[in-house]
């Protein structure tokens, strides 16, 4: 790290504040407004803080929503969404720190899969999995996203910031390309691992489409779909929607605190802190 | 020794996967571009007809279609160096405090990331709107004698608007991925640079900055291609309008295509975008290996 | 090497299977494996807030289970989109009247026309003409009217009193001069809400005005005289600043609540619980009324949804009693009071909600209300045609010299 003295310390922290003041405002809004009645998120003097506190938004939404069903769906995905995470850190490890045929043009290959919008890709997937018996499955609804180019990306381009003596001094020992993997690469990658686990989270705990289209019924929606069923032909009741958001954003902020810390305890040369 | 086959065995399940979710439909989707695939033609494939080039031809002649690639080339321009600019730009702030506080930091310049969309969309619109009596953005410029400004409404800041906007939700990820990677900076590195007296500006033009250069590539490349993808922002706030000054080709293949069931027409346009993302992807990776 | 190739091969043999599958993929495989005591049912919005008491009392007096899917009406399209894609469907489906004619064309729907025949209860005349008109393809019926939505006026009582039209304009040259001075109280104050973003806006007022969307040869008619004016009739309200021609990007509780931004609206009957439900300040100051007259009519636009058979469905007879007894005045009573919207059988009218003021606006506006033209490319003719008013409305374009385009634009959307 630069070394900075206090009083630098002080400004960076006032700079610092100031932007993120103006950049949490809508968080603090959707956070806020989930207390607030709809008449007042929609009333013409618009203001952040609720003037009268309810809890009626939550109410609400737990007495709708199949709460216990939905919550139970949403957790196995998520857990199952960090399968791929590993796949894609085993991918992105081998494109780093191998040379093998084609490795570019399947690298490329692997790229490519980002450039495409999700909306053409929707009905041939669709088909495959219904030709593959996986609708009505948990394994349906997470394969298509199981893995993403930009993980693999991601791990790679970390990877290759690590040097290859720290894998040779492994192999000199005898150990095998997964020992190598397992017990030297990925404990280096805690940071990258941090980000593209928050990541993985976020992406499972707000899965929407796949539940949706890959079910035949009710009992394998998620809580992303529950909360739209709420939302009416005609309009919106705002104040449902917040609570719904609000709600869900907690555990991504938990999950968020928890890794953040192995963000920052990236591996050192010198010896770290 | 490194075995032969261990990286076959690493990259086969993401390969094979992607190839199955990703690569064939893109293939689908090629084929379809050269028919006029609808609705009925998903319900019954002989209704389908083959029509050659034709949905390319089309595509290329029509206005709208045109007009939405000089505005995702404008959003592209502008969007992606904001992007990158602050998110480095943050995470190195924040890197520099080291303390429970500044950590804290990295939380709220995530907070847009998983602010739901319709809160982004009510909260925008609010600080957007045309009115100075109603929009926050026209009132403060208001007190300075600017304004109104039709921030969503006038062809000439439509897009701006949405690039605020986008870059706003957009530092989060990249600042993330900025922060992990400076963790794997050495601090002896800055240790000999300081005792060679180095000013800290120079330290983090000299030694961040080129330490960084994996992790800038990646964000350059991911963002490049997200913003060629720019739809959400447009989707929510403006529907591409006013006057079409706000579509995207992303949002024109959206509306054209799949509202409209023209599945062929919108596959065209897809696999347009696709070859462009394609070369400046290329274009990159040439770039970065001529830089190493 | 051989653990490659055999990898490959299997990934490419994995490949070109499923390509085939998906192709040889036909209506062979049909849409429930449920046994016929059990049937699926999709809906859009939440399902079990509004239609599982309907099914309820229909398993307790049939035995036959109903199996449902509510679907978030924001991803409708997409769940349809794959079901015709994959011919799995459920037994039955709620289908927006637009659509009807997109999914009635792509084979999705079962011809009900015997079913229709052969049963009082679901005879034609029980239902809304418009509705009807929205299940009708070539003389056949593919759907049962569920829900019915016309638009009509709505205006603050208070603001209009002092302008002279206490109870509201009752014709296009009352409308206007009403907009003038309602817009005259102050600057980004306006008189009528011009829609730019409704489909279905301009179309209604041309044929207000005497105008067809499409004549009986098939032909669009958009740049004739009758629609021409009708559209000069709303440019005159830019000119004369009674509207904006911009997105206010304000709700409804900002727009008509307080001080009456937008005095005067047209919308369906969905409005109504937003104005209660968003405003607290104008109680008792706002109204509705039916349509203003035009030159010709004031005729108003139908929507709604109807209820039909997905093709594949192996349970037919089941299936169109179910929707019987969907459609009995006691299901629509449970269905308006979980939604608010407005049964689509005439019969059911006759019920006490129905006699309250404000509803029974929107049941005389029925009276003399249409469906926009019931053709495949409706959606993409619809997309041209705001476009164009777009460009007349905010860009200021040359109003015949843009419809005789769109017109030119819709004949080859047509075709």
């Known amino acids: 790290m630069i070394n900075i003295d206090k009083k630098l310390k002080i400004i960076i922290g006032i700079v610092l504040s100031l932007w993120g003041l103006i950049t949490v405002i809508p968080f603090a809004w959707m956070i806020l407004s989930a207390f607030k009645t709809n008449p007042e998120i929609v009333s013409t003097q618009p203001s952040l803080f609720p003037n009268e506190w309810t809890f009626d938004n939550f109410r609400e939404l737990f007495e709708r929503l199949n709460f216990d069903v939905y919550l139970v769906n949403t957790a196995i995905i998520t857990a199952l969404g960090f399968v791929g995470l590993f796949l894609n850190a085993m991918a992105g490890f081998a494109f780093a720190h191998y040379d093998f045929k084609f490795k570019n043009f399947l690298f490329l290959l692997v790229l490519a899969t980002m450039m495409i919008p999700g909306q053409v890709t929707m009905i041939p997937v669709y088909l495959l999995l219904n030709q593959m018996g996986l609708t009505n499955t948990y394994l349906g609804i997470v394969l298509p996203g199981l893995t993403g180019a930009f993980g693999i990306f991601l791990f790679r381009q970390f990877f290759s910031n690590i040097s290859e003596e720290f894998f040779e001094a492994a192999r000199l020992d005898g150990a095998s390309d997964f020992y190598v993997f397992f017990r030297v690469a990925l404990p280096l990658s805690k940071p990258i691992i941090a980000v593209q686990g928050i990541l993985t989270f976020i992406a499972g705990w707000n899965s929407f489409l796949w539940p949706l289209i890959i079910a035949n019924d009710q009992s394998f929606y998620t809580l992303s779909v529950g909360l739209q069923l709420l939302q009416g032909q005609h309009g919106t009741n705002y104040a449902l929607q917040m609570a719904g958001a609000a709600f869900m954003v907690i555990p991504i902020l938990i999950i968020f605190i928890i890794f953040q810390k192995y963000i920052l305890t990236g591996f050192n040369i010198s010896g770290g802190k | 020794m490194k075995s032969k086959k261990a990286p076959y065995f690493f990259i086969a399940p993401a390969i094979i996967l992607l190839l199955m979710f990703s690569i064939f439909p893109i293939l689908i989707a090629l084929v379809i571009s050269f028919t006029d695939m609808s609705l009925a033609g998903l319900a019954d494939f002989s209704r389908i007809n083959f029509l050659g080039i034709e949905n390319y031809q089309n595509i290329l002649q029509d206005k709208v279609f045109l007009q939405s690639i000089t505005n995702t080339l404008f959003y592209v321009i502008f969007g992606v160096p904001l992007v990158i600019l602050f998110s480095l730009t943050i995470a190195i702030l924040i890197n520099m405090g080291q303390s429970k506080y500044f950590s804290f930091m990295r939380v709220v310049f995530y907070s847009p990331s998983i602010t739901n969309i319709v809160a982004v969309a009510i909260v925008w619109a609010f600080l957007f709107n045309p009115s100075e009596s109603i929009g926050l953005i026209n009132q403060v410029l208001g007190t300075v004698g600017i304004g109104p400004i039709g921030w969503l409404t006038s062809t000439e800041f439509s897009k701006i608007s949405l690039i605020i906007l986008a870059v706003w939700r957009g530092i989060g990820i990249n600042m993330l991925i900025f922060s992990a990677a400076l963790q794997n900076i050495p601090r002896t590195m800055y240790e000999a640079a300081e005792l060679d007296g180095a000013t800290r500006l120079e330290q983090i033009w000299y030694i961040t900055i080129p330490q960084l250069k994996f992790s800038t590539f990646f964000v350059t490349i991911t963002t490049i291609i997200g913003w060629l993808q720019f739809f959400e922002e447009p989707f929510v706030m403006t529907e591409g309008g006013p006057l079409n000054s706000t579509t995207s080709v992303a949002l024109f293949i959206y509306r054209n295509g799949f509202q409209n069931n023209q599945f062929g027409y919108a596959a065209a346009g897809s696999l347009l975008l696709f070859i462009v993302i394609i070369l400046a992807t290329m274009l990159q990776l040439r770039l970065q290996r001529r830089a190493d | ?415």
């Open chain 3, 1 to 415: 090497m051989v653990k490659i190739n055999k990898l490959l091969l299997g990934t490419t043999s994995l490949l070109s299977l499923s390509l085939l599958a998906a192709c040889g993929n036909g209506d062979e495989e049909s849409g429930s494996e449920e046994s016929s005591d059990t049937l699926s049912v999709w809906m859009m919005g939440d399902g079990n807030e509004t239609v599982q008491p309907i099914f309820d009392a229909y398993t307790e007096e049939t035995g036959i289970e109903v199996d449902l899917q509510s679907i978030p009406w924001s991803a409708a399209h997409d769940r349809l989109l794959t079901a015709v894609a994959s011919g799995e469907g459920p037994d039955v489906v709620q289908m927006g009247s637009t659509y009807m004619a997109e999914f009635t064309d792509a084979g999705a729907l079962l011809d009900i026309s015997d079913y229709i025949e052969s049963s009082d209860a679901l005879s034609p005349e029980n239902f809304f003409e418009g509705n009807v008109a929205t299940t009708m393809f070539d003389d056949n019926y593919y759907g049962v009217p569920w829900y019915t939505e016309t638009r009509a006026l709505y205006y603050r009582t208070d603001l209009l009193e002092e302008v002279g039209y206490p109870e509201g304009p009752s014709n296009w040259e009352e409308l206007y001069d009403a907009a003038v001075k309602l817009s005259e109280r102050g600057d980004n104050m306006y008189g009528f809400d011009i829609n730019l973003k409704e489909q279905t806006f301009g179309p209604m007022f041309a044929k207000q005005n005497g105008s067809e969307i499409i004549n009986e040869a098939g032909e669009p008619v958009l740049n004739e005289p009758e629609f021409v004016e009708a559209i000069e009739y709303l440019h005159s309200f830019v000119e004369a600043g009674a509207t904006t021609n911009q997105d206010l990007g304000i709700e409804l509780s900002q727009s008509f609540g307080g001080e009456g931004i937008v005095p005067m609206f047209i919308s369906g009957p969905w409005s109504i619980s937003m104005i209660e439900d968003q405003t607290t300040d104008i109680e008792g100051k706002w109204d509705i009324r039916t349509l203003p007259e035009g030159p010709v009519s004031n005729v108003s636009n139908t929507g709604g949804a109807n209820l039909a058979v997905w093709s594949s469905s192996d349970h037919p007879d089941e299936a169109m009693d179910l929707i019987e007894h969907m459609v009995s005045v006691d299901s629509l009573m449970t269905y308006y009071d979980t939604t608010s919207s407005l049964p689509a059988l005439v019969e059911a009218w006759e019920e006490e909600p129905f006699q309250d003021e404000k509803i029974a606006v929107f049941g005389e506006q029925l009276e003399n209300s249409e469906h926009m033209p019931l053709i495949e490319g409706w959606d993409r003719m619809s997309q041209a045609y705001l476009s164009s008013f777009e460009q007349i409305m905010v860009g200021g374009a040359d109003i015949q010299e843009t419809l005789d385009n769109l017109n030119e634009e819709v004949k080859t959307i047509i075709e």
